[in-house]
């Protein structure tokens, strides 16, 4: 078993050493495209998979989360036993699958009945490094899957994008909570969009912190609109699973000179996005486009010349 391990991690490391050069215009845009940007826009891939030893409850809750991402998920089936997110050494592996499915975010599944029992950790990519993740220990008694629930996940659709609720001024004052509310807002958000109809949001993912700064519970909810004899609709909420209780373990944080480099914010996005946009009433907004000024290839434009005959007034 050792010997497999380290065989992965010299594989792994020669990939990373490894530099791609595009020998077509073809393969360039195809790096290009799956290179790291600026501003993402596109949903982030969540990369499933578990460790040497699992559970009942994990084998569900990671099922439960393949179906949350449907189609913004990389799953795989076989044990891991190389892959220890918060050990040094022990992340080569998973940067490594990271790479090769082009994954931003992760999910990894361990059990150990005594240190760490339905241990689950939540982490990002940066790069196709870790960037920050945060175990947590299911409690397997409180957990429920989606098929607990009956057909009430039937009427929300695949792939659509959650409300997300976070209860507790936990989330905002303890520093792991903070870092695990910011992980699942990135991992569960879907793609990034400017508008967003509300009759398209059919579920809800709401994630409360105790008073104790450890345990938090993770509910979600179907959403269903009714007839209330008013233009707002009366919105009703019936939970759909999956439901468990957890206890934070350990959180590893960004290292300050790689957060401040993912944090960083181009300058040429801002002044796109900038305009000087009026706002007139409540939905009504006016601004300007800038163009650029053309100074180059206007004396070469084949302009048409207007015939004489056209010029001439029509005789009485």
């Given at each position: 078993?050792?010997?497999?391990?380290?065989?992965?991690?010299?594989?792994?490391?020669?990939?990373?050493?490894?530099?791609?050069?595009?020998?077509?215009?073809?393969?360039?845009?195809?790096?290009?495209?799956?290179?790291p940007k600026r501003k993402e826009v596109a949903a982030k891939t969540l990369l499933l998979l578990h460790g040497a030893l699992t559970s009942d409850v994990l084998k569900s809750l990671i099922n439960d989360l393949s179906q949350m991402k449907y189609g913004e998920n990389h799953r795989m089936n076989r044990k891991n036993p190389g892959i220890r997110p918060f050990e040094g050494g022990g992340e080569v592996s998973l940067e490594f699958f990271a790479e090769k499915s082009h994954s931003?975010?992760?999910?990894?599944?361990?059990?150990?009945?005594?240190?760490?029992?339905?241990?689950?950790?939540?982490?990002?990519?940066?790069?196709?490094?870790?960037?920050?993740?945060?175990?947590?220990?299911?409690?397997?008694?409180?957990?429920?899957?989606?098929?607990?629930?009956?057909?009430?996940?039937?009427?929300?659709?695949?792939?659509?994008?959650?409300?997300?609720?976070?209860?507790?001024?936990?989330?905002?004052?303890?520093?792991?909570?903070?870092?695990?509310?910011?992980?699942?807002?990135?991992?569960?958000?879907?793609?990034?969009?400017?508008?967003?109809?509300?009759?398209?949001?059919?579920?809800?993912?709401?994630?409360?912190?105790?008073?104790?700064?450890?345990?938090?519970?993770?509910?979600?909810?179907?959403?269903?609109?009714?007839?209330?004899?008013?233009?707002?609709?009366?919105?009703?909420?019936?939970?759909?699973?999956?439901?468990?209780?957890?206890?934070?373990?350990?959180?590893?944080?960004?290292?300050?000179?790689?957060?401040?480099?993912?944090?960083?914010?181009?300058?040429?996005?801002?002044?796109?996005?900038?305009?000087?946009?009026?706002?007139?009433?409540?939905?009504?907004?006016?601004?300007?486009?800038?163009?650029?000024?053309?100074?180059?290839?206007?004396?070469?434009?084949?302009?048409?010349?207007?015939?004489?005959?056209?010029?001439?007034?029509?005789?009485?």
């Open positions: 078993m050792a010997d497999a391990d380290e065989n992965a991690q010299n594989i792994s490391h020669q990939h990373r050493l490894a530099v791609k050069a595009a020998k077509t215009n073809k393969g360039k845009r195809a790096i290009e495209k799956t290179a931003a975010c992760f999910a990894f599944a361990n059990h150990q009945k005594k240190k760490r029992p339905n241990a689950i950790t939540f982490g990002r990519f940066y790069n196709h490094k870790i960037y920050d993740c945060v175990e947590m220990m299911v409690n397997g008694e409180s957990f429920m899957s989606i098929n607990n629930f009956g057909s009430v996940a039937s009427s929300t659709t695949i792939g659509s994008k959650p409300c997300m609720m976070f209860l507790g001024d936990k989330f905002e004052t303890d520093a792991h909570l903070k870092q695990l509310k910011n992980v699942f807002t990135d991992i569960f958000r879907g793609r990034v969009v400017t508008r967003i109809n509300l009759k398209g949001i059919d579920r809800a993912i709401v994630v409360t912190a105790l008073e104790d700064g450890k345990t938090i519970l993770f509910r979600q909810f179907a959403i269903k609109y009714k007839k209330s004899g008013t233009r707002l609709p009366k919105v009703h909420l019936e939970e759909m699973g999956p439901r468990f209780d957890a206890i934070i373990g350990r959180v590893k944080l960004p290292p300050p000179d790689v957060e401040r480099e993912a944090m960083r914010v181009d300058k040429t996005l801002l002044k796109e996005e900038k305009s000087n946009a009026l706002s007139q009433g409540v939905s009504d907004k006016i601004g300007k486009i800038y163009v650029h000024k053309q100074t180059e290839g206007l004396d070469e434009i084949n302009r048409r010349k207007s015939l004489k005959g056209g010029l001439k007034k029509k005789e009485k």
